[in-house]
């Protein structure tokens, strides 16, 4: 059975809604976000852990999808989110040494009031190292048993005011496995990895095969885009994403498994 005719049925969707615990349920991609005009099947092996093999698929044929949130987004409605069929967010928290997303906190306590699974991401700074940015991580995010595994956000940034640095792969690969190895002890959960593109083909092929990746690809499926080898179970495919509660654009993501593979992945970060 491939994922949209398992889509199809009625009883199929209500069953994942049903089994998604902290999810919201299924929701559906609007005309007014980007699509990626790629319409294929996808063979049901196909999801966390599993490479594709030359098929892709677009946002709406993944039925747990999610949203990603900043300061940017103002004050969020997050009952209107919940409602519009967000099952997931992941939510800034950190960035570097000493700063603190001025909604972080607001956000985690309105996400979890609403019934949204939340987890929070740092946003990493090549000036300095990865054990201070853990320890301030774990100064400011909340210990929750109920929230999604901590997300370590990799990127470059040029448009740093601060920190030009573009670090030697090795140099990189060392300072974000003293942040995972940190997180992970304090948290016990196993953080997932963030990236782009670029930051991915620079840095990251062949690295942290045992972890969870988010990857950006608004131009198209992640298989199109980045390494072969890269597996994969978040996708951030827009941009310019509308949904309740939320006033302007948001970055929209979907989950690549099934409710109880994102069961897992919730409860222990594996």
Same mark, same amino acid.
């Given at each position: ?25 299924? #929701? ?13 099947? +996808? ?30 987004? !103002? ?40 019934? +949204? ?60 496995? +003293? ?40 131009? !198209?499926?992640? #298989? ?27 970055? /929209? ?9 994102? /069961? /897992? ?6």
């Amino acid at each position: 059975m491939t994922w949209r005719s398992a889509l199809r049925g009625a009883g199929a969707a209500a069953a994942i809604a049903a089994g998604a615990g902290l999810l919201a349920g299924c #929701s559906s991609i609007g005309g007014d976000v980007e699509r990626t005009a790629l319409i294929t099947e +996808v063979d049901p092996s196909t999801g966390i852990g599993s490479a594709l093999t030359g098929r892709v698929t677009e946002p709406e044929d993944h039925p747990i999808h999610g949203i990603d949130v900043a300061k940017y987004q !103002g004050t969020i409605d997050w009952s209107g989110v919940r409602a519009s069929g967000v099952s997931f967010a992941f939510i800034k928290a950190t960035e570097g040494g000493d700063r603190v997303d001025d909604r972080f906190a607001e956000n985690w306590a309105n996400a979890r009031a609403a019934g +949204v699974a939340r987890g929070a991401y740092h946003f990493y700074y090549f000036c300095r190292t990865g054990a201070e940015q853990a320890r301030w991580f774990i100064e400011n995010v909340p210990n929750d048993p109920g929230a999604l595994p901590p997300v370590l956000d990799m990127e470059w940034n040029h448009l740093s005011p601060s920190c030009k640095r573009r670090p030697p792969r090795e140099e990189v690969l060392r300072e974000m496995s +003293v942040f995972l190895s940190m997180v992970e002890k304090h948290f016990g959960k196993r953080p997932a990895i963030y990236t782009s593109v670029d930051f991915h083909r620079d840095i990251l092929v062949g690295a942290f095969p045992g972890y969870h990746f988010w990857l950006r690809s608004v131009a !198209g499926h992640p #298989s199109l885009k980045y390494h072969a080898s890269r597996r994969f179970s978040f996708w951030q495919h827009t941009a310019t994403g509308r949904i309740g509660g939320v006033t302007g654009n948001v970055d /929209r993501n979907v989950y690549m498994g099934d409710a109880a593979s994102f /069961r /897992r992945f919730a409860a222990t970060g594996r």
